[in-house]
């Protein structure tokens, strides 16, 4: 192995002073901070519009309760037909017309309420509406049957279930939720990190194959040192570009809002908008607290740790198998035909941990799959923050460094032979032949 710290510095070098590796770790942050600049200018834009909606209310009831908004403002006309109210928005330039027919019962006058407007309105408005009109017809009917509505509000009950194990910790449904996304997000960022830089290392492999390169270098090196070292090497220089991305973003988001004054809280969608009214609750503002509650809930020492050890060791297995394919074809045409059985764990592991670790983080399927070594890097990422016994998680950790050490030997022999093997398509077949060599 004297050769391996070599071939990494070498592998590194040579990627991280392309000249293509430069400009795209440069330009990948502008234009993606230039795009999210785009879309925060654009999205403060829309929020700085006011909107003036006119509300022509023929049965008098429903009027008082629209009050102006930072963005919204309401005139209400009173004594005005239909016909000349159209023709006032008009030329007033006004957003729309909200026309309530005079109907005798609330039935009927909940179904004669017509919105007009020269375009379509946005959802977020027409839901707006109906949601104000909706609640304050509601509670006239209630008043209709003389309901006391007082007595409904006082006799509202809200049940919240605390949990609690047999050794006292306590956790709620938010608890549940910061898990699932902690989890989540682990998981994701392996996911498109193998994707991402495994194929890097696979372009890498073919690259110096068909350049002929690889015939003199294989010549004094042997071929799992040379495959470890191409692997290693174009992994640091991916963790290179990823810091400089994380950087370099940072400081241009900074740079882009101070001297352009672009205020990215602006990026909100009207889901957004209806949460922060939300918060004023008081309701809200208690799970939020719990929320927080729950961030420091997480172990979150253990969360780091195991998140460093199987994200390296599922990155090394795939990795290895992405440099066994390289090695096994001529172009990246070819690939094809074995990029199925790599993809498939992965994109099954993301399933398994959205659809049944959140469900049930310790049941059957998933402690299966967070053992399996092509899905335990995700599945098991996803499950530690629900408190996953330490002894599963050495096995599970156990399991997937052996496999990787088996998969590296298993690729090394594929690599020794397949790199000097050109203008044929292999197959799965001749795969084997090569393994048994």
């Given at each position: ?5 070599l ?35 654009l ?19 429903v ?9 919204t ?8 037909l ?18 309530i ?8 006058l ?41 007595k ?11 949990q ?9 449904k ?41 015939e003199?270098?294989v ?10 070292g191409?692997i290693i ?20 988001l ?17 889901q ?9 609750n ?31 060791s ?13 090695a ?19 994109i099954?592991?993301v399933?398994?941990?959205i659809?049944t ?8 399927v ?63 077949k ?5 393994i048994?060599?």
């Open positions: 192995m004297n050769h391996l710290p071939i990494i510095k070498r592998e590194y070098l040579s990627k991280v002073k392309n000249k293509s590796f430069i400009v795209m770790t440069i330009l990948s942050p502008i234009i993606m901070i230039a795009l999210i600049s785009v879309v925060a200018y999205s403060q834009l829309n929020n700085d519009k006011v909107r003036t909606i006119l509300i022509l209310d023929e049965s008098g009831k009027k008082d309760i629209f009050k102006n908004t930072d963005n403002t309401y005139n209400i006309l009173d004594g005005m239909l016909a000349d109210a159209k023709v006032l928005v008009t030329e007033t330039s006004g957003y729309g017309l909200l026309h027919k005079n109907n005798h019962t609330i039935a009927q909940s179904k004669g309420i017509k919105f007009y407007s020269e375009e379509s309105p946005s959802l977020s408005t027409i839901s707006n509406l109906e949601n104000k009109i909706e609640k304050h017809l509601t509670l006239m009917n209630y008043e209709a049957v003389g309901v006391d509505i007082e409904i509000k006082a006799s509202k009950v809200n049940v919240d279930i605390f609690e194990n047999f050794a006292g910790e306590t956790s709620s938010t608890d549940s939720v910061i898990k699932l996304i902690f989890g989540g997000a682990a998981g994701y960022l392996l996911f498109m990190f193998i994707i991402i830089y495994g194929n890097m290392i696979m372009r890498s492999v073919i690259e110096e194959k068909t350049s002929r390169i690889i003199v270098i010549s004094s090196v042997k071929p799992i040192q040379l495959m470890l191409k090497g174009t992994s640091l220089a991916g963790l290179t570009q990823f810091a400089i991305w994380l950087l370099l973003g940072s400081v241009l900074f740079v882009v809002s101070a001297i352009f004054g672009i205020d990215m809280a602006q990026m909100q969608t009207p957004q908008a209806a949460i922060e009214q939300a918060m004023e008081p309701e809200i503002n208690n799970q939020i607290q719990n929320g927080i509650q729950g961030f420091f809930n997480l172990p979150l020492t253990n969360l780091i740790v195991a998140f460093i050890f199987f994200f390296l599922g990155y090394l297995l795939y990795s290895s198998l992405y440099a066994a394919i390289g096994a074809v001529d172009n990246e045409t070819d690939t094809q035909q074995f990029m199925l059985p790599i993809i498939m764990p992965l099954l592991a399933y398994i941990g659809f670790v959140i469900e049930d983080p310790h049941g059957t998933s402690t299966i799959f967070s053992f399996i070594p092509l899905t335990s890097p995700v599945v098991m990422l996803m499950r530690i923050p629900f408190g996953v016994p330490i002894w599963q998680q050495l096995l599970s950790l156990a399991i997937l460094i052996g496999t990787f050490i088996f998969t590296v030997w298993i690729a090394a022999k594929i690599y020794r032979v397949g790199i000097l093997m050109y203008g044929k398509k292999p197959t799965y001749e795969l084997i032949k090569w048994r060599y």
